[in-house]
């Protein structure tokens, strides 16, 4: 995912991590960084040092300034990118629960809970309106419920 800054000091910031592959690209006023190490990279004599992730909010850190690439994520973005997961792992592990509303619990609801949850972060990271990052964190956590419910009934018929 690219992410572009503009900065008075340092002109056009342009950060570049693969999502499959985690490698990353820097490029400063249009000067391509070389990396030292994982974190690392040197760009005309400067030092670069990237804190943080993509998810949960980037800077990088050139000689003594530091430039925000991508921005911490809100409060009702983690609550609803992490109700899925609550959801799954309180509501799929309670017998009396799923015999009421049944859907899957343990590794399998862990792992979809998981799964929904980054895809939701990143998802409500790309919008930009407010509404349109609520849309997304309700449209997951209920697309998320009903496929932990379809497998929860598949489990239920299989076992019978």
Known sequence: MKEFVQHPIYGEIVYNESFWTGKKTLTINGVHAQ???????????????IIGSRLMGLKLQIDNDVVEV?????WYELVFAFLPLIFLLTWGNSAALCSIFPVVGGAIGGALGGIS?????????NAKSLLIKLLIGIGVVVVTVLIAFVLALLMIALSA
Not at 35 to 49: D, I, M, N, Q
Not at 70 to 74: A, D, Q
């Open 70 to 74: 991508s921005p911490k994520p809100t």
């Open 117 to 125: 949850s980054i895809t939701s972060l990143l998802l409500m990271k």
């Open 35 to 49: 990396p030292v190490s994982k974190k690392e990279f040197t760009a005309e004599e400067k030092k670069v040092v």
